[in-house]
């Protein structure tokens, strides 16, 4: 069967695609937060999975103000990199796998989760930055990938227990797959960030830190914090975090840290990751 | 006790205490979806173009209010907040006039670029005395930096 083993969390931040995409990686300010996922690339290309599911948010790129699907799951074949507004990434386009995807699409709607079905979609920095981290700058991505985007732009997005729950889901959505492959799902955004008002610029390790450590436990505490915490806490953007808690929810109860990497500032925003495996799972 | 199986509704008070900070909720986002959209337009090079030769003309096109107009010729960034924009849609407005994140948000805060972009080098704005508009009150405004 199919099978989730791990769980890669990371931010997304628009600049540091940009960053590398010009050549700056090595500049003084992104070396210490590129270098920051040198084990991450050995990790992953030692994992080699099937298959990534991708949670993520669509910046009003894909979807504009005029349909805002709370889940949605990409079904297609690929995914072209969206232009922004300066142009698209420079990077592969994304290889979907649409028959998983079709089957988790219909499990998770028949586990009481209304998805919206996306059979046509541009990505954007929200699904490509965590791969050029992952990954660098291949000819191809390495494995298939199924985007899920989740609204987390227009207030309120699912909640957290929402998200963990639906983590859950796919979770059995993936094991009744009778194929085996390896899955990795991806939780991104965040973490502290604001990037609007008075407040903007805000900053909150000590928050960040408790929400990660709550992860790496069994997420009890993570998936009952209210939105007006993050808000508060967290600023404005730092809502996104709720994606790390499907991520999670999808993972055994059980887990181990495999990999913390917290770094600031990333143009606004504290950039955290993580990775997490299943305590059952032995490589 | 099991949480999945409870109905379970999330506050939504107390937000207006959150300093400096514009939720942008359902009604925001109704009353900003012309800013919104039109900021999307700006995804094409050939809008950007019509929009460059001359913006009071291309924003009239869509139906916002004068007040959100006059905004975004003055890009006013946090009028265009208030008035139901979001970041990541006015992105494409910035974008277009070749501005950042942080340019934006540094104009958004009171401080000068340079004192913005040494903040976040610093390690970004304190959450201390940051909380509520109570704490602004007795501190006479936003904390910035953080505690040596």
Known sequence: ?283 | MSIDDTVRREPIEGFDDIPGTTLFDAQRARQGYWVNQFCMSLMKAANREEFKADEDKYLRKFPMTDEQREAILKRDWQKMIHLGGNIYYLSKLFSTDGKSFQYVAATMTGLTQEQYAKMMLEGGRTIENNRSKSEWEKTGGPAFGRKK
């Open chain 1, 1 to 283: 069967m199919a099978k989730i083993v791990a769980s890669v969390n990371v931010s997304h931040v628009p600049a540091i695609g940009a960053a590398w995409d010009n050549g700056k990686s090595q500049d003084p300010y992104w070396k210490p937060l590129f270098d920051g996922f040198d084990f991450s690339k050995k990790w992953i290309a030692d994992l080699k999975p099937d298959v990534i599911i991708l949670v993520y948010n669509d910046h009003a790129s894909a979807f504009d103000a005029s349909i805002i699907p709370t889940f949605a799951i990409g079904c297609a074949a690929e995914f072209p990199p969206a232009d922004e507004g300066w142009g698209p990434r420079p990077v592969p386009t994304v290889i979907g796998h649409p028959v998983l995807a079709s089957h988790i699409a219909q499990s998770l709607i028949l586990d009481e989760f209304d998805m919206t079905i996306i059979n046509e979609m541009d990505v954007d920095h929200g699904l490509t930055v965590p791969l050029t981290l992952m990954f660098g700058q291949p000819k191809e991505w390495p494995c298939k990938i199924i985007p899920l985007p989740v609204n987390v732009v227009q207030f309120p997005p699912p909640t957290g227990n929402r998200c963990f729950n639906l983590g859950k889901a796919i979770k059995r959505a993936v094991e009744s797959w009778p194929e085996d492959l390896r899955v990795v799902i991806f939780g991104t955004g965040g973490m502290s960030h604001q990037l609007q008002g008075m407040r903007a610029g805000l900053i909150n390790p000590e928050w960040d830190k408790r929400f990660l450590d709550s992860l790496c436990a069994d997420a009890e505490v993570a998936r009952r914090i209210p939105f007006i915490e993050y808000v508060r806490e967290a600023g404005s953007e730092g809502i996104e975090m709720v994606m790390w808690l499907i991520s999670r929810g999808a993972l055994e109860k059980d887990v181990r840290e495999v990999y913390r990497f917290y770094h600031v500032p990333a143009s606004n925003t504290a950039l955290g990751h993580l990775i997490l495996e299943n305590k059952s799972f032995q490589k």
